[in-house]
């Protein structure tokens, strides 16, 4: 039975099954079952065509598919879009819409949904996505797009049955036969190249079923629900996948099985091989859920070596593998999959198959089933380890991230789900699990600290997995999960997870350990760091700011104390497992201590958010003694890397210490280290604090009153910048308030302050560099409003500008004046800056405002500025101002400084006055007065009395007891000792008074704790005993002791420095003491803004102001000031004196000035030199310079500098870019641009452009005229025309060969091709590529002359014709006359032949003639449009000054005057004098001439001009127009004529009333009459009248529009002539105001009008004729040579008749004012040629044409289309906007260049390739200056960054 349905038509054949399936027998499903057996047989390729067919016609059940397919989608009750999008697919994202942060939406829903004004971007998606809307657990119900807004459920009918009856027993067997496939198919280690085309080959064959299957899921709700159905059933997959139900082909059933279950035995986590290995060594002795495992089965020792051969990772060098068995309390996740449906079984093999992209399309097609995707989802999640244990092994593990990432993106988001799996799926323990897992397979012995008794691991960040990223997807869906309130929770209440969690982190701790070379650079500079800091953010980091997020309130104090708990265990097993007793290992490094920053984070949080106590949750002193350590270790490295001592690592280290504080890093790393350091200092015994930090600062030894001292740790050079950074860190560490009472509006103000001093910012920089919480889910979102209200409130916004040489600005944000003057803080840019110049760029923008505002015009120091109020539980970290560790340091520096030691800075003194300043700030409560009445005479043994600054900085020492060099001037000197008894008691008692107790006081502190804590004294914790530095064998100078006397105090040494620093003595007088008023008078905080005297006078008050003790102090010093003595040098020789260093510094900066100067002299040069607007800056380089009248013109050589004219022998040359030019063909007659299209509907059509119409002319001629007499008819070149510009500078022809000469040979790169000819002006570097000779000047005839001559114009036309019958003298062979022709080959060449090549006949001279005038009517004509397009302004303009033309008009005239007219065809003949008639009918074979009425008169003028044999007179010149006028207003007459209705014509034939009127030859009524009479014996005006009438204007004429419409005609001519003879003859252009006035002005420039004439406002155009005979003969002798001729050509008459010579300035296209319209037209839009849509399309801007960048499919001859396009299009120029990149590129011949955006978005920033996606507005300036640029052919000189092509675009 089935194999005759088999022979059926198929869909009958369906049609007939359906029928027996309705039936109760169940014999239909009998019969439809053996039919499938036979067309789904494993024997039949899957992909068969007929077999899809069956398939598709089945399911119908006798109806066509498509209409089936109709028919479901009726029923389709699906409210989501779900639409699935693969990679580089463009998608939007609104955060004001989305709940989630990884909501995304299709461009049709984003579009049809109300979004304006809300915060989107548009983006390329990366892994592939999924549109949400519809779907409200990821977006707002207020965005969804109106398809899903309306669409519900409710009004759908419900699918009736017997529609999808039969595709519920079809779908399983076509499942069954796509996972039979996939069995088949599989074989295992895909590592062989073979196995893996096999499985492609296999994933290939299957296509057309997993499309099938594609296509059933969009056809909506109704057939989704039927998926699932057969998908998720057990019994189904139970009866058909183990092959039991199959009769006839079980062998096959059962080996497909089998199979399967080889493939499965692989699954588990842990293969069974690892399983059974048994020595488990415990890594910890309580804390163990992690154990190590020995590596091979056999020994369990760790000391296998053969095993990094095998893993050849050699680079580990000697480093041992680890591995880690987890004995996690759930077993199941270790174990082999079960499947228990087809949608298990489906995901099995897609994971095997490494996620081929049509099955996870198939898969996330059918989420919007909501049962599906619960029951995809637990798959998923069951599924998890076995998908990352298969990535972790893949090849292709970056494609299959972004695959796994496309699907758990979907399931994650949803907090419902996430929360169900979390719960029924155990989600959390696998994810940790499997992560613990991945991190397991590469650990290594951590080295830090102690090496040999280290039991610590951690990862290895050479390995792949952590290079590639290959954790990313698991450790996204761990953050994703995290987000999740009720998954976050179940997280911190289970300890087991947590302990866990910290195990992992643990193995972060400490990776990536830097050691300091200390003898050769290293050889092999890793590059590892990148993966450590990358693997820390994104492992460690993001899922604690994730944690962080629900630990927000009271209520969840709870899981704050337990995670801070497990923090502290882990910390302490750390520290046991490094075995870590007090001091860190010296030169080493790590940046990564994660468990630290945990715990600090989760304590900022305690504080700040949760009122919980700080001291309930801090460990005992020694841990924290111990806490402390490393993070300090950081912040010295830091400053040990600033100061080049770790340069022999190479420049890795600095990139190190660069990527830690930068802003994506800096709120994860620098910020919780500097805080947990705020907290033990304000925990821990000051002094123990600060002699820590002067100790891992290795500036003990600097610290002592000798002048001179030996360090052990530092050399001298480095002892500077180190001490600067100690002092630094202290400020930082006492200043910054991030995480200690701070709001989150203070801090990103101060952020924003930080980065806006540090120099003026885009909005997307500035974005980019504010820290932010790195959690999506943090509530601050940047670019939210509240980023923008605060940016507005301090920064003032500067929108976009240009410079004129070019270069585009961005809009800037710059900060408020009040900023500078109230908020910048140089503390937080000094931690924020990545560069140290940001500092010093900051301070110089500080400085510049300072002088603006007069505020102060010095060298300012840094402000000082008063710090926000601590939260109280951090009162402790004031503390550290007020120790007398502290205050030995800084009295010693004080004192230092005022003593000119060496190695001592402004720096140094700045930050010790700042500390001083934050001690009187920051006194503490009891009030000083009471210690001071304890008075001096307490105990003496030590430096200072009482801990109190205040009291302190009053306190006078005398004797200072130090160890120094014997070779240290102070050791000759007798101790003072000896002269009285008690003084030398004093010293006695002062013996401990040396700084040197820094390190003694410190170990002393340690122990002291250490003894506190443990109860009994722990002997075996006392420090190892160090050698006292000075008596190492090697020093060569003994040390001695010698007691120095001080006889100072910190205030007497203050006043000391001031006067110092003023360079006068006595410069201190305390103002109290001039009135006595209150001390009150003077605000210390007026004086925020000076330099170092205005800070020591602010402490000084300060100071007063605290205590009345310090007031008398200060009245006593000055009273007896005496001047400061330093041992070396007096002061009056040197009032600064600064030491060596700073000298050298100040000696660089003036140098920097100097340099500075000079390139900013040379930039000014450079652009006044090439400036095009500025006409004046440059007068030095006028070429004719026209005050010597009577001398030659004399020429400056660039090259040799010589002087002197040019001459036949030694030529001097102008330098000059040649470049073909089809901007004039663009022109249009409209003066509106052309709109670019953005719809189907629009098209734009050449066909009104100035080529095409010159083009079509030229043919048309050509079709009936003869070939020679057309080329002299019209003018070429509007399409590929040469442009000739120069830059103004001459050359002596012989230099400028020797110059290319040296520049051929020169190795150089440069960005031009010396074998074209091109390079630059060797003056102002403009691009060139070509010299014009200059023509000798032979200054007889430019005498001022009149045009009105004596001489008539008969007299006038005789001389002009007699010159013209002279024979053209052929040059004589100079070296000028060689060097012109060459330039002339240069023009040539300079544009392709078909845009030279006319004529019928190629080659003929006639081809070349006409070339050769157009390039002048070219010149002209564009030297027009730059002067606006009318000469209204006249004057010589810029232009002028660089013009060329001069030079190229004899260039021009040499070569065509060696042309010579046959007299018979002499136009001039014909324009002046009547000739009879030749009879046509003689010569039929020979086209006649082309009628001078259909003649462009303009290009008559140039032949009649350049062909004169020798130097033009004016009064020639003026003859000749006054000639070709006639002519012209003749053709403005005809034209007009053509235009009249009939009625209108019949009206002006009436001649008689007319020739009454007098002087008929200047009427232009008359000539109307006339002309209409003559031409209308022709049939001329029969074909006008039936078609023409009607285009055009039907309002009647007046005579006022007639005299318009002539002048108008006539205007384009006399501007050209006008142009010409400014050029020819050197005469200014005359100016006019309004235009209305240009035609008079141009026509008594020109001598056509009469001097009667000149004075009176009206100028009719008719009084500037000048007939040289009875013009109605002439007139009626041109009407003939039409009217004969028009016969042959009657439809064409008109067209040729007809010229309008009036165009429009050239433009780009009209662009459409938001960017997203093109965006969304063309960037899916397929390429006309190669019908493909483009990877990267771009768009002509001149004509609009779409075209393929780079695109392989549209290449001709190795040419790509965009450069095809730019020589066809705009000869060699093209201006492109690339669509996927916002981004114009320009093509100028061989080369291109990236021209910049003319869209911005709303900040005024270009957004290049898209990348941040937010909404661009076209700018119209920007737009302006391209423009500009294309008109003017200035591409070359502005754009500077070219580079070749290689005809590649």
Not at 111 to 120: C, K, L, R, S, V
Not at 918 to 942: A, H, K, Y
Not at 1152 to 1180: C, G, H, I, N, Y
Not at 1248 to 1266: A, E, M, N, P, S
């Amino acid at each position: 039975m089935a194999a005759s349905l088999l022979r059926r038509d198929k869909r009958s054949a369906a049609a007939s099954l359906k029928a027996e399936c309705c039936g109760q027998d169940g014999r239909g499903a009998q019969l439809l079952g053996e039919l499938l057996d036979s067309v789904l047989s494993p024997e039949r390729a899957v992909a068969e065509a007929e077999v899809i067919e069956w398939c598709k016609c089945l399911m119908a059940g006798g109806e066509s598919f498509d209409d089936f397919c109709k028919m479901v989608r009726g029923y389709d009750n699906a409210t989501l879009c779900g639409l699935v999008w693969t990679a580089n697919f463009v998608a939007y994202r609104c955060r004001t819409c989305g709940i989630s942060p990884c909501m995304s939406l299709c461009a049709e829903c984003f579009n049809a949904g109300e979004h304006t004004g809300h915060d989107f971007n548009m983006f390329r998606s990366q892994a592939g996505g999924a549109c949400d809307c519809g779907d409200s657990s990821v977006m707002r119900d207020s965005g969804f797009c109106k398809r899903h807004r309306s669409a519900t459920s409710s009004n759908i009918p419900s699918v009736p049955n017997e529609l999808m009856m039969m595709s519920e027993h079809i779908l399983p067997r076509v499942i069954l036969r796509l996972i039979q496939h996939l069995r088949d198919g599989y074989s295992e280690p895909v590592s062989d190249p073979a196995t893996e085309r096999d499985l492609q080959k296999t994933l290939q064959l299957m296509e057309p079923l997993i499309s099938l299957l594609e296509d059933l899921t969009k056809m909506g709700g109704a057939m989704r629900s039927i998926l699932t159905r057969v998908l998720t059933n057990h019994q189904i997959y139970k009866d058909l996948s183990s092959g039991d139900h199959c009769t006839g082909e079980k062998t096959y059933a059962k080996k497909n099985y089998e199979k399967y279950l080889a493939a499965l035995k692989g699954s588990g986590l842990v293969s069974s091989e690892e399983r059974s290995v048994t020595s488990v060594l415990d890594q910890m002795a309580g804390a163990s859920n992690v154990t190590i495992l020995g590596a091979t089965a056999g020994t369990g020792q760790m000391d296998s070596s053969d095993e990094e051969e095998q893993d050849g990772s050699q680079g580990i060098g000697k480093r041992k593998r680890v591995k880690l068995s987890n004995s996690t309390k759930d077993s199941s996740i270790m174990d082999i999959l079960k499947h228990k449906c087809f949608l298990e079984e489906i995901l099995f093999w897609t994971v095997k198959y490494e996620f081929p992209q049509k099955m996870v399309t198939f898969l996330l097609n059918m989420l919007p089933d909501q049962n599906y995707k619960i029951a995809f989802t637990k798959t998923f999640v069951q599924h998890y380890a076995f998908i990352m244990k298969t990535l972790i092994k893949s090849h292709e593990s970056d494609t299959m991230s972004n695959r796994i990432v496309h699907i758990s993106v979907q399931l994650f988001s949803n907090e419902e789900l996430a929360r169900q799996v979390t719960e029924e799926c155990q989600l959390l323990e696998i994810m940790v699990t499997v992560l613990l897992y991945m991190m397991e397979s590469c650990l290594i012995k951590s080295e830090l600290q102690d090496e040999e008794n280290n039991f610590h691991v951690v990862v290895n960040c050479g390995e792949p997995l952590l290079k590639n990223n290959t954790y990313w997807p698991l450790v996204s869906d761990f953050i994703n999960i995290l987000s999740h309130q009720s998954v976050a929770k179940r997280f911190l209440e289970d300890q087991g997870l947590l302990q866990m969690w910290m195990n992992f982190v643990s193995f972060f701790q400490g990776m990536n350990l830097n050691k300091r070379e200390l003898n050769e650079h290293v050889e092999f500079e890793s590059q590892t760091y990148y993966a450590a800091f990358a693997a820390e953010l994104e492992a460690c980091a993001q899922p604690m700011w994730g944690l962080l997020t629900h630990c927000k309130i009271k209520e969840t104090q709870e899981y704050t104390r337990t995670v801070v708990r497990y923090c502290l265990d882990a910390l302490q097993d750390w520290f046991d497992a490094i075995n870590f007793v007090d001091e860190p290992a010296p030169n080493q490094v790590t940046f990564h201590l994660p468990l630290h920053r945990y715990y600090a984070m989760f304590l900022s949080k305690a504080i700040r958010c949760q009122q919980l106590d700080l001291d309930s949750l801090l460990p005992d002193q020694e841990m924290l003694m111990k806490m402390m350590v490393h993070p300090l270790q950081i912040q010295a490295s830091l400053s040990e890397i600033h100061s080049n001592m770790w340069v022999r690592n190479g420049l890795q280290i600095k990139g190190q210490a660069m990527t830690y504080v930068q802003s994506h890093f800096c709120n994860s790393m620098i910020d919780p280290d500097i805080f947990l350091l705020q907290i033990c200092a304000s925990r821990l015994d000051p002094d123990y604090f600060v002699s820590s930090v002067f100790e891992r600062f290795k500036v003990v030894d600097l610290l002592t009153m000798a002048s001179q001292h030996q360090n052990a740790a530092l050399d001298t050079e480095h002892e500077r910048s180190m001490l600067e950074g100690a002092l630094t860190f202290l400020v930082i560490l006492l200043s910054l308030r991030i995480h200690l009472g701070m709001t989150d509006d203070e801090i990103l103000r101060a952020e924003m302050v930080a980065q806006l001093c540090m120099s003026d910012r885009t909005h997307s920089t500035l974005l980019d560099l504010i820290p932010e919480n790195p959690n999506p889910k943090s509530g601050i979102i940047p670019g939210s409003y509240y980023f923008e209200t605060m940016l507005s409130a301090v920064a003032d916004f500067k929108a976009p500008v240009f410079e004129p040489g070019g270069s585009m600005q961005q809009g800037m944000y710059t900060p408020k004046a009040d900023i500078w003057n109230q908020e910048f803080d140089p503390i937080m840019v000094i931690l924020r800056t990545v560069y140290r110049r940001d500092v010093q760029s900051a301070m110089d923008r500080y400085m510049g405002f300072l002088k603006q505002t007069g505020k102060f015009c010095g060298n300012p120091w840094p402000p000082y500025r008063e710090r926000a109020p601590l939260n109280p539980s951090y009162k402790g970290l004031m503390r550290i101002l007020h120790c007398k560790t502290l205050h030995i340091v800084l009295f010693t520096l004080l004192y230092k400084i005022s003593m000119d030691h060496q190695n001592m800075s402004e720096h140094i003194l700045c930050m010790a006055l700042y500390l001083i300043e934050l001690g009187l700030d920051n006194l503490p409560e009891e009030t000083v007065e009471e210690e001071e009445m304890l008075g001096e005479e307490r105990c003496s043994d030590s430096w200072f009395h009482g801990t109190n600054i205040a009291t302190n900085l009053h306190h006078i020492i005398n004797y200072v007891r130090v160890r120094l060099p014997e070779t240290a001037p102070e050791v000759t000197r007798e101790p003072p000792a000896s002269t009285s008894s008690d003084a030398s008691s004093f010293v006695q008692s002062s013996n401990t008074a040396q700084v040197f107790s820094l390190v003694a006081e410190r170990r002393r502190k340690f122990q002291e704790i250490i003894n506190r804590n443990s109860g009994n004294a722990i002997q075996t914790a006392a420090v190892r005993p160090k050698t006292s530095k000075w008596t190492a064998p090697n020093s060569t100078p003994q040390l001695t002791t010698t007691i120095l006397e001080v006889r100072e105090s910190m205030l007497s040494l203050l006043i000391k420095l001031h006067h110092k620093l003023s360079g006068k003595q006595n410069s201190y007088y305390p103002f109290w003491l001039e009135d006595s008023e209150s001390t009150s008078r003077l605000d210390p905080m007026q004086q925020i803004h000076g330099d170092g005297i205005t800070a020591v006078e602010r402490i000084l008050i300060k100071t007063a102001a605290r205590s009345r003790q310090n007031k008398c102090s200060i009245e006593e010093i000055c009273r007896k000031v005496a001047p400061p003595v330093p041992p070396k040098k007096s002061s009056s020789a040197d009032k600064k004196a600064l030491d060596k260093e700073e000298r050298r510094q100040k000696a660089r900066e003036r140098q920097q000035k100097l340099l500075a100067e000079f390139a900013s002299r040379q930039k000014s040069f450079m652009e006044t030199a090439m400036d095009l607007e500025s006409p004046d800056s440059d007068v030095a380089m006028d070429i004719g310079s026209s005050e010597q009248q009577d001398a030659e013109t004399v020429y400056d050589c660039v090259i040799c500098g010589q002087s002197g004219p040019s001459t036949e022998e030694r030529p001097t040359g102008l330098v000059v870019l040649l470049q073909a030019s089809s901007v004039l063909g663009h022109r249009r007659r409209s003066t509106e641009p052309k709109k670019l299209p953005t719809s189907d509907e629009e098209q734009i059509y050449p066909e009104d452009t100035c080529g095409t119409v010159h083009d079509v002319r030229i043919t048309d001629l050509q079709q009936y005229f003869k070939d020679s007499s057309c080329l002299q008819s019209v003018s070429i070149g509007w399409e590929g025309g040469v442009y000739v510009q120069t830059c103004g500078h001459t050359l002596h022809i012989d230099c400028h060969k020797s110059y290319m000469e040296s520049l051929r040979k020169d190795q150089v790169l440069q960005s031009f091709s010396v074998d074209k000819g091109e390079f630059t002006c060797p003056l102002c570097r403009q691009f060139a590529n070509s010299v014009l000779p200059c023509y000798p000047e032979k200054n007889e005839e430019k005498s001022i002359w009149t045009p009105y001559s004596n001489k008539n114009l008969m007299t006038l036309i005789k001389e002009v014709e007699e010159q013209q019958e002279q024979l053209g003298m052929f040059p004589s062979i100079t070296n000028l006359s060689k060097e012109m022709e060459s330039v002339m080959k240069d023009i040539r060449s300079t544009t392709q032949k078909k845009y030279i090549d006319y004529g019928k006949t190629p080659g003929s001279p006639d081809n070349d003639f006409l070339f050769m005038y157009s390039v002048a009517r070219l010149n002209l004509e564009l030297e027009l449009v730059h002067r606006g397009g009318n000469l209204c302004l006249g004057g010589a303009s810029a232009t002028t000054k660089r013009s060329c033309l001069n030079q190229l008009l004899h260039v021009l005239a040499m070569h065509m005057r060696l042309f010579r007219i046959d007299s018979a065809y002499n136009p001039w003949t014909r324009l002046t004098q009547l000739t009879q008639v030749i009879d046509l009918g003689i010569c039929d074979d020979e086209k006649p001439e082309v009628p001078l009425l259909y003649r462009d008169v303009s290009s008559l003028l140039l032949i009649l001009v350049l062909t004169m044999p020798q130097e033009l007179h004016k009064e020639h010149f003026t003859c000749i127009v006054k000639v070709l006028y006639n002519l012209l207003y003749t053709q403005a007459i005809a034209t007009l004529s053509v235009r009249f209705s009939k009625e209108e014509r019949t009206a002006w034939k009436n001649p008689r009333k007319l020739k009454t009127m007098y002087n008929s030859d200047k009427s232009w009524e008359v000539l109307l009459s006339h002309i209409i009479c003559e031409l209308s014996k022709g049939k001329l005006y029969s074909a006008s009248d039936t078609d023409q009438v009607s285009m055009l204007s039907t309002s009647a004429w007046s005579p006022q529009s007639i005299e318009y419409s002539i002048q108008q005609f006539c205007l384009p001519f006399l501007r050209t002539t006008s142009l010409l003879q400014h050029h020819l003859f050197g005469d200014d252009l005359p100016s006019c105001q309004r235009t209305e006035e240009e035609f008079g002005m141009l026509a008594s420039y020109l001598g056509l009008l009469p001097p009667s004439l000149q004075s009176s406002d009206e100028v009719n155009s008719s009084s500037c004729l000048e007939w040289p005979i009875a013009a109605l003969d002439i007139i009626s002798q041109w009407c003939l040579e039409v009217t004969t001729s028009a016969e042959s050509h009657s439809e064409q008459v008109m067209n040729l008749l007809v010229q309008d010579p009036q165009w429009s300035l050239p433009c780009l296209l009209q662009l459409p004012e938001n960017y997203n319209t093109i965006f969304q037209y063309y960037h899916r839009k397929a390429c006309v040629h190669c019908s493909k849509v483009p990877k990267d399309p771009a768009l002509c801007l001149v004509c609009g044409t779409f075209v393929c960048l780079k695109g392989q499919c549209c290449k001709q001859q190795s040419y790509c289309e965009c450069v095809l396009h730019s020589q066809n299009c705009g000869a060699g120029t093209g201006i492109f906007l690339l669509i996927n990149a916002s981004v114009i590129i320009v093509i100028r011949g061989h080369r291109f260049c990236l021209w910049g955006s003319i869209y911005l978005d709303t900040h005024g920033e270009e957004d290049k390739d898209l990348r941040r996606g937010k909404p661009l507005y076209l700018c119209n300036e920007r737009y302006k200056v391209l423009e500009q640029q294309w008109v003017t052919h200035t591409f070359d000189h502005i754009n500077k960054r070219w580079g070749p092509h290689y005809n590649g675009l």
